[in-house]
């Protein structure tokens, strides 16, 4: 699962996409619970410890991790 840094470390600046290199970040590399969260898209309010939620801006770059 890994840690809030870590996983900030990671995407931190970076659009999600189909392959790794310095901009983007695969979205198949994610942990299997994940989410993406973009602005105003609807959003569950269940509590998942080990789920990843991944905050994208409007052009996709990710601005915020945490877990929950």
């Given at each position: 699962m890994g840690?809030?840094?870590e996983w900030i470390n990671k995407l931190m600046g970076k659009t999600i996409s189909?392959?790794?290199?310095?901009?983007?970040?695969?979205?198949?590399d994610l942990p299997p619970s994940h989410r993406i969260l973009k602005p105003?898209?609807?959003?569950?309010?269940?509590?998942?410890?080990?789920?990843?939620?991944?905050?994208v801006n409007d052009d996709g770059t990710v601005h915020d991790v945490n877990f929950g």
């Open positions: 840690d809030k840094p189909d392959t790794t290199n310095e901009t983007c970040f695969a979205k198949k105003g898209y609807a959003q569950t309010e269940d509590y998942k410890p080990e789920r990843l939620n991944v905050y």
